[in-house]
């Protein structure tokens, strides 16, 4: 009966690792906000996630915060979903270590994300690192989550987290929900591309090329007028000659909500210095009223905190119960 009348449950987080960015909120944020009338959401800050590269601590726990002050202004809301920082429930950490134990060596070192983050942080490749995708796997799965809205770089590590919890449901019985990832369409942002670099993906620690939730117009604007196109001057989209300017349609095309039919039609025979002000313009617009929530919020603390601590409860106790009954199937001793 349960089961019938469950709505499908959605889980998503991202690390305070930097200041939320334009493709966070493209490939991720903004499906979390349209699905939390549909499903029941679960968000997260993964703080633990973001310690498996050295952070200082002072701006970990402000960006905290202030990612709960972002989430807030973008539309996500604590009557209708859980918000919370990983930290607090300790589930995650629990449920992470028995999973590990079904996981190979082999498929940890083939995941991409580790392969990169290794080589940019040659001189600290922790155990933390190397797991990182085991403690995501713990994050959806103790929630039972149907869906993983996400950004197209997450979509290996949620095939590992299926992987996972299908070994471990055959070696038991059913326990985990198999998620699938849920990401956006190409042309509504699934991988915004770095301005300066259009090809390497947009990235919170990477402030080259960059534009943060954050940002006031004027920054928008200089940072779009820089970006990095080519020596034509046609606006049209095509990844593989024009990847710059196939960056800036799309990121027009899902600020403005057209189409990228629409948008080549809208700048054909004009050149790109009208363009990619027409771009900065259209994000800058998007991104004000988050702006202006944002910097409100963090004026009540309070407020925040009473959000992530009735997150915190609310989400223990349904990690908690994913959590026994893992207990149960492996063999521990009830308490
Ligand atoms: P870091 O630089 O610390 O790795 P990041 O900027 O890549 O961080 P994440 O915290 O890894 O951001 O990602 C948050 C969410 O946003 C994830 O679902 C991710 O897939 C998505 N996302 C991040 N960057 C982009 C991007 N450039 N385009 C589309 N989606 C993105
Ligand atoms: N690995 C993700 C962040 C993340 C996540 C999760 C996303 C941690 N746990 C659970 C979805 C579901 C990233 O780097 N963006």
Redesign the pocket.
Request: hydrophobic share 35%; glycine share 14%; with cysteine.
């Given at each position: 009966m349960e089961n019938q009348t469950r709505k499908k449950r959605v889980f998503?987080?991202?690390?305070?690792?930097?200041d939320?960015?334009?493709?966070?909120?493209?490939?991720?944020?903004k499906n979390w906000v349209t699905m939390q009338d549909e499903y029941d959401c679960v968000y997260c800050i993964?703080d633990m996630?973001?310690i498996t590269?050295r952070q200082n601590p002072a701006d970990l726990r402000r960006r905290c915060l202030e990612q709960l002050a972002q989430y807030l202004a973008c539309g996500l809301d604590p009557a209708k979903s859980i918000l919370f920082v990983q930290s607090h429930v300790p589930q995650h950490a629990e449920l992470s270590w028995i999973l590990g134990c079904y996981t190979q060596f082999g498929e940890l070192s083939r995941m991409t994300?580790f392969k990169q983050?290794s080589q940019q942080h040659a001189d600290n490749i922790t155990a933390g690192l190397f797991t990182y995708p085991v403690l995501m796997a713990a994050d959806i799965l103790l929630y039972q989550a149907d869906y993983?809205?996400?950004?197209?770089?997450?979509?290996q590590h949620v095939e590992l987290c299926r992987d996972i919890a299908q070994r471990f449901n055959g070696v038991y019985s059913e326990t985990f929900v198999l998620p699938e990832a849920l990401?956006?369409r190409v042309d509504q942002?699934?991988?915004?591309?770095?301005l300066g670099n259009p090809l390497s993906?947009?990235?919170?620690?990477?402030p080259d090329g960059?534009v943060y939730l954050m940002d006031p117009p004027e920054v928008i604007q200089r940072k779009f007028k820089r970006a990095v196109t080519d020596s034509e001057t046609s606006v049209r989209y095509d990844k593989e000659n024009k990847p710059g300017v196939s960056n800036l349609l799309t990121i027009y095309c899902a600020a403005a909500g057209k189409s990228l039919e629409e948008a080549e039609a809208e700048f054909a025979g004009q050149g790109y210095g009208v363009f990619k002000p027409a771009v900065g313009e259209a994000v800058a617009e998007l991104l004000r009223p988050m702006r202006e929530e944002a910097a409100r919020m963090m004026k009540d603390k309070a407020y925040l905190e009473g959000v992530y601590r009735e997150g915190a409860q609310r989400a223990g106790r349904l990690a908690q119960r994913t959590l026994d009954k893992v207990h149960r199937k492996v063999g521990f001793v009830a308490r």
């Open positions: 998503s987080g991202i690390q305070p690792s930097g939320l960015t334009l493709g966070s909120y493209m490939g991720a944020i993964v996630h973001a590269v994300q983050k993983v809205p996400v950004g197209e770089d997450q979509r990401i956006q942002g699934a991988r915004i591309m770095s993906k947009m990235s919170k620690s990477d960059c």
